[in-house]
């Protein structure tokens, strides 16, 4: 269906993430942090971002590229004539002495399969943001590579003046290589490695199997399960958008923005998911993150904040050439400054678990009583206020629908905490914002087309009020909940059940690409509504717009199917995963089946 696809995969352990091409390629990977400087950038510059290849000496080659099954490590088998290889790729994970073991070490085992294959390894890693290419020293067993402040290593079984020189030799027995950052492998590179890897397949699969899912789309609910998993930034509890930056949302349009950062919305919808996956681990982490967080003078937070949570992410712009020639190439993001108020509310909604669910101690949540009251009295301050909404536009503040929903879930939410704390102040201050969110909602409300606009005073149609439906605003009132929908429908959706977010004008024209997360919203909402067989074939039909891992992009062109924006999404698997758990939840289907 993609005329143009990302055809890479990632590992990653919840310390660092990094992209494989199926040419063997490490084309993206940041150390220490998923938003530190790249070591391999030639995702986003072919010439300067350096370059990791295990290739055939000559002649053409094949490649298949897969993930070991239920696991995040990745196997890419190449082949060259009658000969073949596999390289293996993972980012070791697994418990050791009552904690994670996570270290920034990546593992490339390389195997041949068939024949007597010949390689040739090019590992030319780079920093400064492609400006240097650092130099490579050979030590005993390992090429140091110079020109860092910390020690990166190459640690190999391999010949290693064939790796400096880029040499081409024959491979009779599995080969090994171990890049560290920081601390280097001082162990046995053999024996180390295959341990490494049973322990940490072992690992996947045992988080795996922890998980509660449907019997619907199972193996699709997976794999977009690993992949949000190593989006947390385990450390600190940050959950990041994307592993990439200005990856562009259509060619030549300069919507291309750095993702690597945790925005509150977006993590609202990910928690989300691993609430319905049975997994609290991760909101664990996240409400600490969330606790540490610095917030204005006046209390507020931003929209977004490094994964270690600093406020100020200064937006520059880099002189490499972009990801296939788009320009700008973007580190920071503006939107740090934005106005931006429905996060007070999934903060709240975030939270929520931690009360509801008998799982959790008194000892878990106690403490966070004046944290929700003042996201209360944020939610209070902002109730009157414009904001740049959901979208993050930069020079349009609207009184948007989409941020007086959240203030109203917000407020549901913590009215439900207050109830449980027996906290009456809490509770009666909910209750009051509640239904002050109402009527701004309903200011929204446009009677000739029995749907709400995007803003108040606004006659848009936008995408993220189908959250309206997914998220109960209408109760049991379906009518009302499938006349929005219509409008909806009539104004924003593509072919293929693909959907726009908007189609008005913005600071950058008009978008030219359909936005993933929000067509797995709309397959959603025809499940809400009881449009099942739509929602079933609807969610049939935008699952093929994955790459060949099952991995999604954030935005897809209606008129080609290709991919575009950063990649992978969260917010896309996010929106997947919901849609097969509302899907799953209406068929009830029985586990024999």
Not at 104 to 131: F, N, Y
């Amino acid at each position: 269906m993609n005329q143009h696809l990302y055809e890479s995969g990632l590992i990653g352990n919840c310390a660092y993430i990094a992209h494989i091409e199926k040419d063997t390629n490490i084309s993206w990977l940041c150390m220490p942090r998923f938003d530190s400087d790249f070591i391999l950038g030639g995702m986003l510059d072919r010439e300067k971002g350096g370059k990791f290849t295990v290739l055939p000496a000559s002649g053409e080659y094949s490649t298949t590229q897969v993930y070991l099954e239920n696991t995040n490590i990745l196997e890419t088998i190449v082949r060259n004539g009658e000969d073949s290889y596999k390289v293996t790729d993972f980012a070791p994970r697994f418990k050791n002495y009552d904690r994670y073991y996570k270290p920034l070490m990546l593992i490339r085992k390389v195997e041949p399969i068939s024949g007597t294959p010949k390689i040739q390894i090019r590992c030319q890693p780079v920093t400064d943001q492609g400006a240097v290419q650092l130099t490579p020293s050979q030590g005993s067993n390992h090429i140091r590579y110079m020109g860092i402040d910390q020690e990166l290593r190459l640690t190999t079984n391999a010949p290693l003046s064939y790796i400096c020189e880029s040499k081409p030799f024959m491979i009779q027995r599995p080969v090994y290589l171990v890049l560290t950052f920081g601390r280097p492998l001082e162990a046995p590179i053999e024996t180390t490695s295959e341990r490494f890897l049973k322990s940490t397949t072992d690992y996947w699969r045992s988080w795996v199997k922890s998980t509660s899912i449907p019997n619907f789309s199972q193996r699709l609910v997976l794999r977009s399960a690993l992949i949000l998993k190593i989006h947390q930034f385990e450390d600190t509890g940050a959950i990041i958008a994307a592993s990439t930056t200005s990856l562009p949302e259509s060619p030549g349009s300069t919507r291309n923005w750095d993702y690597r950062y945790c925005w509150i919305r977006d993590t609202y919808y990910t928690l989300t998911c691993f609430n319905s996956l049975g997994h609290f681990e991760e909101l664990e982490k996240y409400f600490d993150f969330i606790f540490n967080l610095p917030t204005g003078p006046d209390g507020r937070y931003q929209p977004l904040y490094s994964i270690t949570g600093d406020w100020l992410l200064t937006e520059e712009i880099s002189e490499l050439s972009g990801y296939l020639g788009n320009k700008p190439v973007r580190f920071g993001n503006q939107a740090y400054t934005h106005i931006q108020n429905d996060l007070y509310g999934q903060v709240l909604v975030s939270l929520l678990p931690l009360y509801s669910d008998q799982r959790f101690t008194e000892s878990e949540r106690i403490h966070s009583e004046p944290m929700i009251m003042n996201l209360l009295d944020k939610i209070e301050a902002t109730m009157h206020e414009k904001d740049a909404g959901l979208w993050e536009f930069r020079n349009l503040a609207q009184e948007h629908c989409y941020t007086f929903l959240f203030h109203w879930a917000g407020a549901c939410a913590a009215a439900k905490i207050g109830n449980r704390l027996k906290n009456d102040k809490m509770y009666q201050k909910a209750i009051f914002l509640r239904d002050e969110a109402v009527k701004k909602i309903e200011s929204c409300y446009l009677p000739e087309r029995k749907a709400y606009a995007q803003a108040i005073g606004s006659k848009h149609m936008d995408a993220s009020t189908l959250q309206m439906i997914t998220m109960g605003y209408f109760g049991n009132d379906l009518e009302r909940a499938n006349d929005h929908l219509k409008a909806l429908e009539e104004d924003l959706l593509a072919k293929d059940y693909l959907f726009y977010r908007y189609k008005h004008m913005d600071d950058f024209g008009v978008p030219e690409t359909t936005f993933l997360i929000c067509a797995f919203w709309y397959i959603e909402a025809l499940a809400c509504v009881n449009r099942m067989e739509e929602a079933i074939e609807g969610f049939e039909t935008l699952v093929k717009y994955c790459n060949h891992l099952s991995l999604f992009s954030e935005d897809v062109d209606q008129a080609t199917g290709s991919q575009w924006g950063n990649f992978p999404q969260a917010y896309s698997h996010v929106g997947l995963m919901n849609a097969a758990f509302r899907i799953g939840k209406k068929l009830d289907l029985p586990n024999f089946l």
